[in-house]
């Protein structure tokens, strides 16, 4: 369990029921180290009931056009491969106070995968979301996606985000939502890095959504955006279940930048205990 002074942090200013979500992942995961439970008495009715919904109203949904074009609704992907957070649960952008103040807005797309959640955003703009993707494999799917979905509003970047431009390795082990740290794998790629700050500088963006999934690089790419919250105040959709240091300190560190965001935590329909939790960062008054 973490330490009192980390949880206060946490959890200050937050509504009860983002409260009820962090201890649930936290308490689950004291049972699961101690070993003190049965798979299922981790979770409540109301999830096993919503999983069942999960399986029966949305995998069930999933139509196959052939080999390389798969249909939810009329969503298409080259693989199938519909995440329950995007598709299912929209990233729990339902809990935004003002979505409507997004359509004229820009949206980043940071760690965009196959496309997928660049393809949900768009619904929310007017204007351009900037999918960031730099793993060989899934840029391609990337832009597969935008072709079968004929979407002129997304703007793939075969690009790195962190806290400087340069240089940075990545693993090219298998699909993943987007970059991971280099290790011990022999599986890599050299990709190129710039920070959502000098990418809006050189684009002359009007940010209104940064969406974040970065596998554990959350933090960087949030200092490499730091001029561009500041004036812009977009909402923050950062994922925080990849590490115990962003789950404790991203929330913390947004809050002390008195810049009036107000947070939810999100937790999607899934059985895992942590995967997919998500920060919601809204700042009520920052979307003009």
């Known amino acids: 369990m973490p330490r009192k002074e980390a949880w206060l942090a946490l959890i200050q200013g937050l509504d009860t029921k983002s409260i009820d979500v962090l201890s649930k992942c936290l308490t689950r995961m004291d049972l699961v180290e101690k070993k003190k439970y049965i798979p299922l ?9 919503r999983w069942i919904d999960v399986k029966q109203n949305f995998f069930e949904n999933i139509l196959s056009f052939g080999n390389d074009c798969y ?16 598709f299912y649960d929209k990233y729990g952008m339902e809990l935004l106070h003002s979505p409507d103040k997004l359509v004229d807005k820009d949206i980043i797309d940071a760690g965009a995968y196959i496309g997928d959640s660049a393809l949900f955003l768009q ?5 351009k979301v900037y999918a960031f993707e730099p793993e060989d494999d899934n840029y391609n799917s990337l832009l597969r996606t935008i072709q079968l979905n004929d979407s002129s509003r997304i703007i793939p970047e075969k690009l790195a ?7 940075k390795r990545i693993s090219k082990e298998g699909m993943a939502s987007s970059m991971r740290c ?12 710039i920070t959502i700050d000098q990418y809006v500088r ?16 959350e933090q960087k790419v949030l200092h ?3 001029k561009t919250i500041k004036s812009q105040k977009p909402i923050l959709l950062v994922s925080i279940y990849h590490n115990a ?8 560190w947004i809050d002390s930048l008195n810049l009036g965001y107000s947070f939810k935590i999100f937790k999607p329909t899934n059985t895992a205990i942590l995967c997919g939790t998500l920060l919601i960062a809204e700042a009520i008054n920052g979307i003009q």
Do not use: M, W
């Open 41 to 49: 008495d981790l979770f409540t009715e109301e999830e096993k009931e």
């Open 71 to 86: 249909c939810y609704q009329h969503y298409l992907l080259p693989v199938r491969n519909f995440e329950i957070d995007v």
């Open 123 to 127: 619904e929310y703009t007017t204007q």
């Open 161 to 167: 985000l962190g806290e400087k431009k340069g240089e």
């Open 182 to 193: 280099i290790s011990k794998s022999k599986a890599f790629q050299t990709v190129q890095a």
């Open 202 to 217: 050189e684009n002359n963006l009007n940010v209104g959504l940064i969406k974040l999934d970065v596998e554990g690089f």
């Open 224 to 226: 490499g955006a730091l």
């Open 245 to 252: 240091n962003d789950f404790f300190r991203i929330k913390p």
